[in-house]
């Protein structure tokens, strides 16, 4: 398929955790996914050719065509992007964050159901704890795919993950809270198609309904595992990244904050993830040996 608006795998690759890549291929990325309706798991390998264009191949025993489908809104590929650089036309700040990142788009969890499994694991744990657990999870229980000879695990279906009583790191509640993240998933309400359809205060209130799914993990699982371009998070973290990027000053009242975020209409989410990204990069310059904490504005 060819991308509608700019879009580079290589580059995206940086920012969202480094995919498995093939080891005959080693500029061709696999993700290995259970498919909504849970009949199966596949590993999609992706590829882009000198002209723009990504080819895309399923293996494993779900049906091809879901499984591209959903490796398509995992990239954010099955989003019409062409307008996304009129917002940062229109905005200097995105602007130069767009051709800093090379218009980079958010890569979301595989499924809703994943991104709510995601955060009841990681939370009250680091970054690796929690990917640790979700490998082992994978490796234990998830559907195996393999690819000329490498294998290639999937998070574990709602319905297997459903009867696992015990595991190493899995206290008693928080697997408590991933059985009811389960049977959500397999009665169709974590269902992507279906929360992107829902107004985003209906979506909200009904994610809280999970245990141990408060708001900014609701938000998570709508704006990153469903997918919802335009969507805005109101979290601290956003908060502080639109201050930081439009030298605003802490005392800046939220709603103000959140009035800048008009300007990206209708990507306003993609906006959002571009400053975590931006943030996220001056941390880690800041903190290089002799960098003097300088900002890497201006550096592509």
Not at 84 to 101: F, H, I, K, S, T
Not at 133 to 162: C, K, M, W
Not at 241 to 269: K, N
Request: hydrophobic share 45%; net charge neutral.
């Amino acid at each position: 398929m060819q991308p509608l608006g700019p879009f580079d795998l290589a580059h995206q690759n940086q920012y969202f955790g480094s995919w498995p890549t093939l080891q005959a291929e080693p500029h061709t990325l696999v993700l290995a996914f259970p498919v909504e309706g849970w009949v199966g798991s596949a590993a999609v390998t992706v590829s882009q050719a000198s002209d723009g264009a990504v080819h895309l191949a399923a293996h494993g025993d779900a049906p091809a065509e879901e499984a591209v489908a959903q490796a398509l809104a995992v990239l954010s590929l099955d989003i019409d992007a062409t307008c996304w650089p009129d917002v940062g036309a229109r905005d200097q700040v995105m602007g130069e964050l767009q051709r800093r990142y090379r218009f980079v788009r958010p890569v979301l969890f595989a499924t809703p159901y994943e991104a709510a499994a995601h955060f009841v694991l990681g939370h009250r744990r680091s970054a690796a704890q929690a990917r640790r657990l979700r490998t082992a999870l994978a490796e234990s229980y998830g559907d195996p795919v393999n690819i000329s000879g490498q294998v290639f695990h999937a998070f574990p279906r709602p319905q297997v993950l459903a009867k696992v009583t015990a595991f190493p790191g899995l206290e008693t509640p928080r697997l408590e809270r991933l059985h009811a993240i389960a049977a959500a998933a397999l009665e169709g309400s974590l269902d992507r198609r279906r929360l992107r359809d829902l107004e985003e205060t209906d979506a909200l209130t009904q994610l809280r309904q999970l245990p141990g799914i408060g708001d900014f993990f609701a938000q998570g699982i709508l704006h990153r595992g469903a997918g919802t371009a335009d969507g805005m998070t109101r979290d601290e973290m956003s908060l502080h990244a639109i201050r930081t990027a439009y030298s605003l000053t802490d005392a800046t009242p939220p709603a103000q904050v959140l009035e800048i975020g008009e300007r990206w209409h209708p990507f306003r989410m993609w906006a959002t993830v571009l400053l975590h990204i931006d943030m996220r990069a001056r941390r880690l310059l800041s903190a290089l040996p002799h960098s003097g904490g300088r900002s890497p504005r201006g550096r592509a």
